[in-house]
């Protein structure tokens, strides 16, 4: 693991620098997982990772009151992303354990929100989730958000 010096990352970044940055692409295995074999695929990476990107997708309601329930779940290791659907089934419970376990630090962008969801639509306990968002601003930094923080970074 590359680990950088405070003093080599800059703390801000304005829209023309992150334009000007050459665009980067993710080479590693995209995984739809939509059967078994596939989930138990993904249990097995995901619990051997001690890092795991994560996100959420859900479709926007423009009703005041009414909400829709996480569609998608984003889990990544170094080697895979896998897109686990949560609509139709639920969470799977090797999911689930895999997020409620303090074993492996789930990583993303504003997590609150997203473990919050999947509280509320699924009953999925998520622990020791980072969010990079609060703790870049903690740390100093001007601009947060995917984008800004990987051109800093």
């Not at 950088?4 to 997982?33: A, D």
Request: hydrophobic content about 40%; glycine content about 6%.
């Amino acid at each position: 693991m590359l680990i950088l010096s405070p003093m080599t990352i800059q703390k801000s970044i304005t829209k023309e620098e992150v334009r000007e940055l050459p665009l980067g692409k993710y080479t590693g295995e995209i995984i739809y997982v939509d059967s078994e074999d596939r989930l138990a695929a993904a249990f097995s990476e995901l619990k051997s990772a001690p890092w795991i990107g994560i996100d959420t997708e859900t479709k926007p309601n423009f009703k005041k009151g009414s909400f829709n329930p996480v569609a998608l779940l984003q889990m990544a290791t170094e080697q895979s992303v896998f897109l686990i659907p949560l609509k139709a089934n639920g969470m799977p419970p090797m999911i689930s354990e895999i997020m409620s376990s303090t074993a492996h630090t789930k990583v993303g962008i504003s997590t609150a929100q997203d473990m919050k969801e999947l509280k509320r639509d699924y009953g999925t306990e998520s622990k020791n989730v980072v969010d990079l968002n609060k703790m870049a601003t903690r740390r100093g930094y001007k601009n947060i958000g995917a984008r800004n923080l990987a051109g800093m970074i």
